[in-house]
C-alpha cells in the first residue's frame, strides 16, 4: 500500500472532515489498511502502513486516534451516500449483529441501505450486554436518520420478528414511514370488527383470505384507540407462516421483504467474507461506534468500485443460479489488487465525493 494511495485520498477527505493532518492522515490509513490486510485489527493494520516506520509505532498511533479523536456519531453517513451515488429512495433494513470479546457482549443495532447492487450499514447504536434492542432505542435510531433524510426516502422499511410493538409501528405511522415487519404468529390482534384473538387463530379461520385488517395487540391494549389500523399479510411456509405486518399494499410488503436477507449478507461481508470486524479488540462504545464508521465507509468503496467495474452488467453466475462472488467481493478483490498496482486507480472512485461538492457549488 503505497504512500500516495494515503495522501491522494487525504486529499479528498480533508474538507469533508474535521480533523488535524495527522489524524486525518491515521483515519485514511485505517480505512485503507482494513481493506489490504482483510481485518480491523489494529496490529494487522499497523503492518500495512508503508515506509521505515517501525510497526510498534504505527500500532501506538492508531491506538491513540481511538482514544483522543471525537467525530459526530453520523459523521460518516454522508459521505457513504454521495460515495454510492445514491439519490431518490431506497429500502432500508434494521437488525441487530453481535459478538464476543472475552466476556464483553457487542452488540449493534443496526441501520443499512439495501439496494440491487449496495448494502451499507448507515447509522448503528452499541447496545449493552447481549439483549434486544426496545422501542425507544429503535425510535432514536430512525430520528437520527430523519434529522438527515425526509421520510420520503425511504421507500420501505425491513425488520425482522425482533422488532415488534404498537408503539414502534405508530412511531412509524406518524411519521410517514412505510415498512414491513415480519411478525410470530403467536401475536395477539384486534381484528376490525373487536375480536381478539392470535394470529394463529386468525389465519386458521382465513380459508381463502390471507390478507386482513387488524391492530397490534389485546382488546384492552387498543382500547385507548392508539393502536394504528395496519394491513396483515400471510403467506404459508414449510415449517409455518410468513406473516408480515405493513402500512403500505399487502403483495408490495410480502414481495418485497425477502430483501431484508441482505443485511444478513452485509454482516457477513463486515465479519467472515471481508474486513473480519470481529478480530477488533476494542470494547468501548465510543471507539467501536468510530470503527463501524470507518467498516462502513470501507464498505460502501467496495460496492462503488464494483458498480464502476461491471457498469450495467452483474457478476458471472455459476450453474446454481447465484453469482459467483458476490457485488461486495467483486469491489473489495478489485481494491486490494490495485493497492498493490495502480493505488491511484484504487482510489478513484472516492472522487466522486469532491465531484458531487463541485456540482453543487456549481464549479463544473
Given at each position: 500500500?503505497?504512500?500516495?494511495?494515503?495522501?491522494?485520498?487525504?486529499?479528498?477527505?480533508?474538507?469533508?472532515?474535521?480533523?488535524?493532518?495527522?489524524?486525518?492522515e491515521t483515519?485514511?490509513?485505517?480505512?485503507?489498511?482494513?481493506?489490504?490486510?482483510?481485518?480491523?485489527n489494529?496490529?494487522?493494520?499497523?503492518?500495512?502502513?508503508?515506509?521505515?516506520?517501525?510497526?510498534?509505532?504505527?500500532?501506538?498511533?492508531?491506538q491513540?486516534?481511538f482514544q483522543?479523536?471525537?467525530?459526530d456519531e453520523?459523521?460518516?453517513?454522508?459521505?457513504?451516500?454521495?460515495?454510492?451515488?445514491?439519490?431518490?429512495?431506497?429500502?432500508?433494513?434494521?437488525?441487530?449483529?453481535?459478538w464476543?470479546?472475552?466476556?464483553?457482549?457487542?452488540?449493534?443495532?443496526?441501520?443499512a441501505?439495501?439496494?440491487r447492487?449496495?448494502?451499507?450499514p448507515?447509522i448503528?447504536?452499541?447496545?449493552?450486554?447481549?439483549?434486544?434492542?426496545?422501542?425507544?432505542?429503535?425510535?432514536?435510531?430512525?430520528?437520527?436518520?430523519?434529522?438527515?433524510?425526509?421520510?420520503?426516502?425511504?421507500?420501505?422499511?425491513?425488520?425482522?420478528?425482533?422488532?415488534v410493538?404498537?408503539?414502534w409501528?405508530?412511531?412509524?405511522?406518524?411519521?410517514?414511514?412505510p415498512?414491513?415487519?415480519?411478525?410470530?404468529?403467536?401475536?395477539?390482534?384486534?381484528?376490525e370488527?373487536?375480536?381478539?384473538?392470535?394470529?394463529?387463530?386468525?389465519?386458521?379461520?382465513?380459508?381463502?383470505?390471507?390478507?386482513?385488517?387488524?391492530?397490534?395487540?389485546?382488546?384492552?391494549?387498543?382500547?385507548?384507540?392508539?393502536?394504528p389500523?395496519?394491513?396483515?399479510?400471510?403467506?404459508?411456509l414449510?415449517?409455518?407462516?410468513?406473516?408480515?405486518?405493513?402500512?403500505?399494499?399487502?403483495?408490495?410488503?410480502?414481495?418485497?421483504?425477502?430483501?431484508?436477507?441482505?443485511?444478513?449478507?452485509?454482516?457477513?461481508?463486515?465479519?467472515?467474507?471481508?474486513?473480519?470486524?470481529?478480530?477488533?479488540?476494542?470494547?468501548?462504545?465510543?471507539k467501536?461506534?468510530?470503527?463501524?464508521?470507518?467498516?462502513?465507509?470501507?464498505?460502501?468503496?467496495?460496492?462503488?468500485?464494483?458498480?464502476?467495474?461491471?457498469?450495467?452488467?452483474?457478476?458471472?453466475?455459476?450453474?446454481h443460479?447465484?453469482?459467483?462472488?458476490?457485488f461486495?467481493?467483486?469491489?473489495?478483490?478489485?481494491?486490494?489488487?490495485r493497492?498493490?498496482?495502480?493505488?491511484?486507480?484504487?482510489?478513484?472512485p472516492?472522487?466522486?465525493?469532491?465531484?458531487?461538492?463541485?456540482i453543487e457549488?456549481g464549479?463544473?
Open positions: 500500500m503505497p504512500n500516495r494511495a494515503i495522501t491522494a485520498l487525504m486529499e479528498i477527505l480533508r474538507p469533508e472532515i474535521d480533523l488535524s493532518k495527522s489524524r486525518l483515519l485514511c490509513l485505517m480505512v485503507l489498511g482494513m481493506v489490504s490486510a482483510r481485518s480491523v489494529l496490529s494487522h493494520i499497523a503492518c500495512e502502513r508503508p515506509g521505515t516506520v517501525q510497526t510498534a509505532s504505527t500500532y501506538r498511533r492508531l491513540r486516534f483522543h479523536v471525537r467525530l453520523d459523521w460518516a453517513l454522508p459521505l457513504s451516500i454521495r460515495l454510492l451515488g445514491q439519490h431518490g429512495s431506497w429500502l432500508l433494513a434494521l437488525d441487530r449483529t453481535n464476543q470479546i472475552g466476556k464483553t457482549e457487542v452488540n449493534f443495532l443496526v441501520l441501505l439495501v439496494t447492487r449496495f448494502r451499507v448507515l448503528w447504536t452499541v447496545i449493552k450486554g447481549r439483549g434486544c434492542s426496545d422501542t425507544a432505542m429503535r425510535i432514536a435510531l430512525m430520528k437520527r436518520y430523519l434529522a438527515h433524510f425526509p421520510a420520503k426516502t425511504v421507500r420501505l422499511l425491513l425488520a425482522d420478528r425482533e422488532f410493538g404498537a408503539d409501528m405508530e412511531f412509524l405511522c406518524e411519521n410517514n414511514i415498512f414491513a415487519i415480519r411478525i410470530r404468529d403467536n401475536l395477539r390482534i384486534t381484528t370488527e373487536g375480536h381478539d384473538l392470535t394470529l394463529r387463530v386468525r389465519l386458521r379461520q382465513a380459508r381463502r383470505s390471507r390478507v386482513f385488517r387488524a391492530r397490534l395487540g389485546s382488546r384492552e391494549d387498543t382500547a385507548s384507540g392508539n393502536a389500523l395496519l394491513t396483515f399479510a400471510a403467506k404459508p414449510k415449517d409455518g407462516w410468513l406473516i408480515v405486518v405493513t402500512n403500505v399494499e399487502a403483495q408490495t410488503a410480502l414481495r418485497t421483504y425477502r430483501k431484508r436477507w441482505a443485511i444478513e449478507c452485509l454482516f457477513g461481508d463486515a465479519k467472515t467474507r471481508g474486513l473480519n470486524i470481529e478480530d477488533t479488540r476494542l470494547t468501548d462504545p465510543r467501536l461506534g468510530l470503527l463501524m464508521s470507518l467498516t462502513a465507509l470501507a464498505i460502501a468503496w467496495a460496492g462503488r468500485t464494483a458498480a464502476d467495474k461491471l457498469g450495467k452488467h452483474t457478476p458471472t453466475r455459476k450453474s443460479g447465484y453469482y459467483s462472488k458476490s461486495f467481493r467483486t469491489g473489495f478483490d478489485h481494491i486490494r489488487n493497492l498493490r498496482t495502480d493505488p491511484l486507480e484504487a482510489i478513484a472516492w472522487r466522486r465525493i469532491t465531484q458531487k461538492q463541485k457549488e464549479v463544473v
